[in-house]
């Protein structure tokens, strides 16, 4: 397969799990409202499966802060998706190196890392109320910090490389 059509099929992969992640997060958004407003048993199937009933009952606030934090996470993963299909828009595969791509790498990064650290965050407040109320939750923090890391890397690299890339034009 050509490099060119790779790409493509990455850019329609990437939107189609925007809309995933979009939708996701609306559904939360929806389903933690009816939890909370119209029926409190919708929190025993608030989104594909997620059970937090017990926690409702225990406490509507550490309830209302788990899905908040859930909801965050979604809506956040849907931006990052989001700015991964500004690269593709922005990204000239014969001249892949410019600065608006080298700043959307950035902003990934940064993303990510803000996925990772609100996923550390409401993991350990997770660990901590799962000993008042039992639940189950997985929030994949380590995951999202890891790749943090490495794309920032890459966003680092990519920008010396467009600075190269500056200067080399300027000299010729």
Sequence with gaps: MKSLQVFKIMHVISWIIFIGLSIKA???????????????????????????????????????????????TA?????????????????????????????TITKISYVSFCIGLI????????????QKVFFAF????????????VIFIIAFLYKRAVELQTENELTI
Excluded: C, Q
């Design 26 to 72: 609306g559904a939360l958004i929806i389903s933690f409202i009816v939890s909370i407003f119209v029926n409190e048993f919708a929190s025993k199937n608030l989104y594909l499966g997620l059970d937090l009933l017990n926690v409702y009952n225990f406490s509507v606030f550490h309830y209302a802060s788990i899905i908040v934090l859930y909801i965050l």
């Design 138 to 149: 997985n929030w994949n923090a380590s995951g999202f910090l890891f790749m943090a890391g």
């Design 119 to 130: 996923a550390a965050l409401a993991y350990g407040y997770t660990v901590w109320l799962s």
């Design 75 to 103: 809506i956040l993963k849907a931006y990052l998706f989001y700015l991964l299909i500004k690269v593709f828009r922005h990204l000239d595969v014969n001249n892949p190196f410019n600065l608006t791509v080298a700043k």
